[in-house]
C-alpha cells in the first residue's frame, strides 16, 4: 500500500507520529510481543546459569546471553517493543480521542437531507399530525427509548431531530486503550528497570559468589526506599532477617529493609491422604514506629502487608536440622569400628575416616517421604518412607559425590534394606546401595561379615581348610600348588572386598593365560563364590538352625555379597546411618514492594470497564426530519449503529414501527 | 412474528414469566442465604448474589435456560439428597449409581454430547430440521448432566472429608466438564438467537474432542477421583478466574469451529454452489459476524479472567505478574484475539484469512490451556498430565 502523495505535505515529525499511530503498527507490535513472549516461556528463565551452560555449551550459551534469553522479559529488545506499543497506544490515544469525544457530544445537526436518504437506514412516511405535533411527540418517544435528543429549526417548515444512544461507546475505546498506557507504566514502576541503571550507572553490581550476608559488600546492597523489589529470604525457625535477596541473573542484590522479622514457627499441615494442606509461619515484626511487635500468622495466600512491604508465604527449607549419625566403615581404612557423631544440614565438617580426611557437607533433610510405592501395582498408592538427608563427600581435589540415605529400612523382596543413593552430579540419577539388616534389623550382621572378608588370618584360615578339601579329593601333595591355590584363594577374597566382581572378573581378563580362561575363569568365581560362603557361615556360631533359617542365611549372604560387590562403585568409606533429628525448619518467604500496583489495578479497571463498553454498548445514532406538509406532515428518518449492524436492522425496524404508531396515523410512502 | 434462519432472534418472554423468573432467583437467593447466613463470607454472599443476578438476567428472556436451570437445581438436589452422608451410596442406590452419582452424570453428558454432534451433522446433511431439533434437545440434556454432575460433585468432595471439600474447578479433569458445557451453553445462546443449527456439528465437534480426552484422562490416568487442593489453590479468586476463563476458552473454540465452517462453506461455494454444504450452512456474512461476536466475548472474558488471574497471584504469590508460562501464554492468547480484533477493523482482509486466524486462535487457545500443563513447568502446575 504505497502512499504517494504524502511525501511532500507532511513533515518527517507528523510521518512519524502517523506510522506511530498506525493499524498496521498496532497489529504488528502485538504480534511481536506474542512471539518474544513465547520464547520465555519455551526456555525456562532465570535458571542458574551453569545449567544453561551444560545445555548449551558454551557458544550458544554465549550467544543467548547476550540475547538476554535467560530473562527475556526484562531484555532490552523486549522492553523496546512494549515501549513501542506503549507509544503507538499513546498517539493513537491522542489523535483519536479529540474526535471521538465529539463524537460522543455531537448530536449531528448538519445533515443534509439527501445524505439521510442516502443512508442504509432510511424510511420516510407521511403523518397527518402537525409539524409540531409530530416533532414533539417524536422526541418524545425518542426519549423513552434512551436517546438523547436535539432539535434543529431547518429552513421554514423543517425540523430536524437528531437522536443518539450509546455515546458512552467511543469513552469504551478510550479507555481501553488509555488502560493499556497505564497498565504499562504502572508496571514499568515494578519493574527492575531502576536497578538495571543503576547497575549500568556502575553504582550497584550484583554479587555472585556465596556469602554471609554480614560479608556481602556495600555495592550489593540496596537501601530501603521507595523503590519496587521483590525479594526471597529463608528464614530458620526462632531466627530474625532484616534483608531479603533480590535475583539478578546469575546473582543476588541484598535489599535491606526497614524492620525486621522473625519466624516464631513453621508449620505444614497434611490431608489425611498425605499431602501438604497448609504452609503457616507465625511472624513477629519489630519496628522502632511499631509500639509493640506486630504478630501475624501468614500462610499461602494470605500475606503480611506492613508498612507497603507485603510478606508472602512462598516456599520452606531445611533451617539447620540436628542429625545424630552413625558412621559404619565399609572399608579397612575406615576402621571396624562404627563411631557416633553429630552434625547439622548446611554444615560442612572434615572427617577423617581411614588415610584420607574428606568434607562432609550435609545439604539437605527431610522429615517424610511420600513416594509412589514401588510394591504396589497402583502407581497412585503412596506410602511415607521416612526421613532421609542428603549430604556431598568432597575429596582433597575438590571432587565430590552425592548421597541420599533413607531412615527407615525398605522393604525388597521380603527383606529389609538400608537404602542410599549415590551419584557423581545432580544430572544424574541416583543408583542406590542395598544394606542388608540382620535378623535383629540392624546392619551389626553385615558389618561383622565384612570384618570377617577383612580379617586376613581367617581368610587364610579359611583358605586354607577349602585348598586341603578341595586337593584332597585329587589326592595331590605338590607344596606349591597348596601354596599357589591358597594364595589363590585370599587374594580373591582381598580382590573382591577392594573392587567387588568387576574387578576380579578383571584380573581373569586380563592375568590369565588366554589357553585357560575359558576354564579357569569360571573356576575361580565360583571359588571366590565358595570361599565368602565359608567365610560367612565359618563366623555364625549357631550350627543347628531349621531349613527355614538356613534359607534366610543364604538370602543375608547373597545381599551382603552383592552390597559388598557394589561398594567401589559407591564411593564412600563409611555408610552413614541416621540414627536421630531435631527437625528445624525454615520458612521461604518472598518479600516485596509494588508501588506501582494501585496503578496497574486501575489500569486493569479502566480496561474491563473499556472492553465491555465497547463491545456491548453500541452507539446508534437516528435523525428524523419533518417537513410540513399541506395535510399533514412528511417524517423522513434515518440511523445508523457503530457495531452489530445485524442487530441494528431489526432495532431500525422497530423504532419505525413505533414512531408510525405513536407520531400519527401514517400513511406510508 | 415468525423468524427467518439468520435473523436475529429478539423475542422477549412475557412480562409474567419475566417476573416470576426474577422473583424465583430472587426467592432462591434470599432462602440460600437466609439458610446459610453464618457461614457465608462476605465473598460467598457477593458471589451467591452475583449468581442469582446473572441467572435471572440470562434467564428472563429465554425459556431454554430457565427450563435448564430448574432441571439442574432439582436434579442436583435430589443427587445430594440421596447421599445423605454416605458417600458409599454412590454404588449402591440405584438412582446414583446410574444416573446423579457425578461419574455417571458425566458419563451421560459424555454420550448425549457425541449423539448430539451426530444429530447436528445428520439433520445437516440430510437437511432435516427435525433431527436439528433432536441436536438440539440432546445439547441440553448433556450440558444439563454436565452441570449436574458439577453441582454433585461439589457435594461428594465434602463427603469425603470438609477440608477436602471444593468447588469442582481446581485440575485438569473438572475444567474439561467445564469447557464442554460452558461451550455448548454459548453455542445454545447463539444458535437461538441467530435461528440457525445448522452450525451445531461444528461446535459440538469440538465439545466431543474435549468429551473424549477427559474420558481418556479418566480411564487411562484415574484423573477423576477427587483431590484435595494444594495450599495454593484454596482460594476464593480461582471460583471466579476459572469460569471466566472458560467462558473465553469457550467463546474462542466456538469461533474456531465457526471459522471451519466458514471455510467449508466458501471452498464448497466455489467448487460446487448447490451442493448440501454450500447451500445448507448459513451466508458466509452471518458466520462472520458471528465469530466476530465470539470473539469479543471470548477477548472480553479472557480480559476478566487474567485480570482475576493477576488479583490472584498479587496474593499467592507475591507478584500479580510473574511471567509465569501459563500467565504468559494467557497474554499471548489475549494479544492474538486483540491483534485479529484490530485486523478485522482494518478491513483490508477479508472474511477467508480471518476465518483462518481463529481456527489458529484456537490451536493457540488449546496451548495455553493444555500445552503448558503438558510441556512447560512453572508456578501453575496444578494439573499435570
Ligand atoms: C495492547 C494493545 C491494544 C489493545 C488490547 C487494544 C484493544 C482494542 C479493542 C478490544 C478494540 C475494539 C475492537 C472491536 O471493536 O472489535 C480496539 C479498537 C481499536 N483500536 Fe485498539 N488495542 C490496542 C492497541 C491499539 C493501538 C496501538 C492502536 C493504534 C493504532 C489501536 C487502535 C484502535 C482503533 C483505531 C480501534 C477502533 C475503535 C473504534 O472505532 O471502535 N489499538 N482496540
Known amino acids: 500500500m504505497s502512499e504517494k502523495n504524502n511525501s511532500p505535505r507532511y513533515t518527517l515529525g507528523q510521518r512519524i507520529f502517523y506510522f506511530l499511530g498506525s493499524m498496521d503498527l498496532a497489529i504488528t507490535l502485538l504480534l511481536a510481543l506474542a512471539v518474544a513472549s513465547i520464547i520465555g516461556t519455551v526456555l525456562q528463565q532465570n535458571q542458574p546459569y551453569t545449567d544453561y551452560l551444560i545445555k548449551f555449551g558454551p557458544f550458544w550459551f554465549e550467544v543467548f546471553e547476550t540475547a538476554g534469553l535467560y530473562d527475556v522479559y526484562s531484555a532490552l529488545w523486549f522492553l523496546a517493543i512494549l515501549c513501542l506499543l506503549v507509544l503507538s497506544t499513546s498517539v493513537c490515544v491522542i489523535r483519536n480521542t479529540p474526535t471521538m469525544l465529539k463524537d460522543m457530544w455531537n448530536l449531528r445537526t448538519h445533515v443534509q437531507e439527501k445524505s439521510l436518504q442516502a443512508m442504509h437506514h432510511s424510511q420516510q412516511w407521511g403523518v397527518s399530525s402537525t409539524l409540531g405535533d409530530a416533532v414533539s411527540n417524536t422526541q418524545a418517544e425518542l426519549e423513552s427509548q434512551g436517546f438523547r435528543v436535539k432539535q434543529t429549526p431547518k429552513e421554514e417548515g423543517v425540523v430536524l431531530i437528531s437522536a443518539m444512544r450509546g455515546g458512552m461507546n467511543r469513552l469504551g475505546y478510550v479507555f481501553t486503550h488509555l488502560a493499556i498506557i497505564v497498565i504499562c507504566l504502572g508496571g514499568l514502576l515494578d519493574s527492575n528497570l531502576y536497578l538495571k541503571l543503576a547497575e549500568w550507572q556502575g553504582k550497584i553490581s550484583v554479587e555472585t559468589r556465596d556469602l554471609p550476608t554480614s560479608k556481602i559488600p556495600d555495592k550489593s546492597r540496596l537501601a530501603p526506599g521507595y523503590q519496587a523489589f521483590r525479594g526471597s529470604i529463608h528464614i530458620p525457625e526462632g531466627r530474625t532477617s532484616e534483608v531479603a535477596f533480590v535475583a539478578m541473573r546469575d546473582g543476588y542484590l541484598v535489599q535491606e529493609l526497614p524492620f525486621k522479622v522473625k519466624v516464631k514457627d513453621f508449620r505444614i499441615e497434611h490431608y489425611a491422604t498425605g499431602q501438604p494442606k497448609s504452609f503457616e509461619s507465625d511472624l513477629v515484626v519489630y519496628d522502632d514506629d511499631l509500639t509493640a511487635p506486630l504478630e501475624q500468622t501468614i500462610s499461602v495466600n494470605h500475606p503480611l502487608i506492613y508498612k507497603g512491604y507485603a510478606i508472602y508465604q512462598a516456599s520452606f527449607s531445611d533451617g539447620g536440622t540436628g542429625l545424630t549419625l552413625d558412621a559404619w566403615p565399609l572399608n579397612k581404612q575406615a576402621g571396624n569400628d562404627t563411631v557416633t557423631f553429630e552434625t547439622k544440614v548446611f554444615e560442612n565438617r572434615k572427617m577423617h575416616w581411614g588415610e584420607d580426611s574428606v568434607q562432609l557437607e550435609v545439604t539437605a533433610f527431610r522429615p517424610f517421604n511420600i513416594n509412589p510405592d514401588p510394591t504396589e501395582d497402583d502407581v497412585k498408592r503412596l506410602r511415607n518412607f521416612g526421613p532421609s538427608f542428603g549430604f556431598k563427600l568432597r575429596s582433597k581435589t575438590g571432587e565430590a559425590k552425592e548421597y541420599l540415605n533413607y531412615m527407615l529400612p525398605v522393604p525388597r523382596n521380603g527383606r529389609d534394606f538400608y537404602l542410599s543413593g549415590v551419584r557423581n552430579s545432580p544430572a544424574d540419577e541416583f543408583a542406590y546401595l542395598y544394606l542388608p539388616l540382620d535378623s535383629d534389623g540392624e546392619l551389626v550382621g553385615f558389618n561383622q561379615f565384612l570384618s570377617v572378608l577383612h580379617d586376613n588370618d581367617k581368610v587364610k584360615q579359611v583358605a586354607k581348610t577349602m585348598m586341603l578339601e578341595t586337593l584332597a579329593s585329587v589326592k595331590n601333595n605338590d607344596e606349591t600348588l597348596e601354596q599357589n591355590l591358597q594364595r589363590t584363594l585370599t587374594m580373591l577374597v582381598k580382590m573382591f572386598i577392594r573392587g567387588g566382581f568387576v574387578e576380579v572378573t578383571e584380573f581373569i581378563e586380563t592375568s590369565l593365560p588366554e589357553a585357560e580362561k575359558e576354564t579357569l575363569g569360571p573356576a575361580y568365581l565360583s571359588m571366590l563364590r565358595e570361599m565368602l560362603a565359608r567365610l ?14 538356613r534359607d534366610a542365611q543364604l538370602l543375608f549372604l547373597q545381599d551382603s555379597v552383592d552390597a559388598i560387590g557394589s561398594f567401589s562403585r559407591y564411593g564412600s568409606p563409611v555408610y552413614l546411618e541416621l540414627t536421630d533429628y531435631q527437625h528445624v525448619q ?30 456491548y454498548l453500541p452507539q446508534r445514532r437516528l435523525w428524523v426530519r419533518v417537513n410540513k406538509e399541506n395535510n399533514g406532515s412528511n417524517i423522513l428518518l434515518a440511523g445508523m449503529s457503530n457495531r452489530n449492524p445485524r442487530e441494528f436492522d431489526q432495532y431500525f425496524e422497530q423504532i419505525a414501527q413505533q414512531l408510525k404508531l405513536k407520531v400519527g396515523n401514517s400513511s406510508v410512502k | 412474528m415468525t423468524i427467518k434462519s439468520g435473523m436475529i432472534n429478539n423475542e422477549t418472554s412475557s412480562p409474567v414469566d419475566q417476573w416470576l423468573w426474577r422473583g424465583l432467583m430472587l426467592l432462591a437467593a434470599i432462602v440460600l442465604i437466609n439458610r446459610y447466613i453464618d457461614i457465608l463470607d462476605s465473598y460467598e454472599l457477593s458471589i451467591t448474589v452475583f449468581t442469582a443476578v446473572c441467572l435471572a438476567l440470562l434467564g428472563q428472556n429465554w425459556p431454554g435456560f430457565r427450563r435448564h436451570v430448574v432441571v439442574v437445581s432439582v436434579l442436583s438436589f435430589l443427587g445430594v439428597q440421596r447421599y445423605g452422608s454416605d458417600l458409599g451410596l454412590a454404588e449402591t442406590d440405584f438412582l446414583l449409581n446410574f444416573i446423579l452419582a457425578s461419574q455417571s452424570a458425566f458419563m451421560w453428558m459424555s454420550a448425549l454430547f457425541v449423539m448430539a454432534t451426530f444429530a447436528y451433522f445428520v439433520g445437516l446433511l ?6 436439528e431439533k433432536v441436536g438440539s434437545a440432546l445439547t441440553w440434556s448433556a450440558m444439563t448432566m454436565g452441570m449436574v454432575g458439577l453441582m454433585v460433585r461439589w457435594r461428594e468432595s465434602y463427603l469425603i472429608s470438609p477440608d477436602v471439600g471444593h468447588i469442582p474447578v481446581s485440575n485438569l479433569y473438572e475444567v474439561f466438564i467445564l469447557f464442554a458445557v460452558i461451550t455448548a451453553l454459548l453455542y445454545l445462546y447463539y444458535e437461538r438467537r441467530y435461528q440457525t443449527r445448522s452450525l451445531g456439528g461444528f461446535v459440538l465437534l469440538v465439545i466431543s474432542a474435549s468429551v473424549a480426552f477427559q474420558l481418556w484422562y479418566a480411564f487411562e490416568k484415574q484423573a477423576h477421583e477427587i483431590q484435595p487442593l494444594v495450599p495454593a489453590l484454596q482460594s476464593y479468586w480461582m471460583k471466579i478466574h476459572v469460569p471466566a476463563n ?10 474456531a469451529m465457526i471459522g471451519v465452517a466458514y471455510l467449508l462453506k466458501s471452498w464448497r461455494q466455489e467448487i460446487k454452489p448447490q451442493g448440501i454444504l454450500a447451500t445448507a ?28 488471574g493477576a488479583l490472584w497471584a498479587a496474593e499467592a504469590w507475591g507478584g500479580y505478574w510473574s511471567w509465569d508460562p501459563k500467565e504468559t501464554w494467557a497474554l499471548i492468547v489475549w ?51
Open chain 2, 126 to 131: 440430510f437437511r432435516s430440521p427435525f433431527t
Open chain 2, 246 to 255: 472458560f467462558v473465553g476458552y469457550g467463546a474462542f473454540a466456538m469461533a
Open chain 2, 281 to 308: 450452512l448459513p451466508d458466509l456474512s452471518m458466520m462472520d459476524d458471528l465469530m466476530y461476536k465470539a470473539i469479543s466475548l471470548g477477548f472480553a472474558f479472557f480480559t476478566v479472567a487474567t485480570v482475576l
Open chain 2, 335 to 385: 494479544l492474538n484475539y486483540a491483534a485479529w480484533l484490530h485486523m478485522r477493523m482494518t478491513k483490508g482482509w477479508n472474511g477467508r484469512p480471518m476465518a483462518w486466524w481463529a481456527v489458529i486462535g484456537l490451536f493457540v487457545t488449546l496451548f495455553a490451556f493444555l500445552g503448558v500443563n503438558m510441556f512447560l513447568s512453572g508456578l501453575h502446575s496444578y494439573g499435570t498430565l
Open chain 1, 536 to 549: 560367612y557361615f565359618n563366623d555364625l556360631i549357631e550350627i543347628d538352625t531349621t531349613e527355614q533359617e
Open chain 1, 586 to 615: 525454615a520458612s521461604g518467604l518472598q518479600i516485596a514492594r509494588s508501588p506501582g500496583k494501585p496503578i496497574v489495578y486501575f489500569g486493569c479497571a479502566l480496561l474491563i470497564i473499556g472492553v465491555f463498553v465497547l463491545f
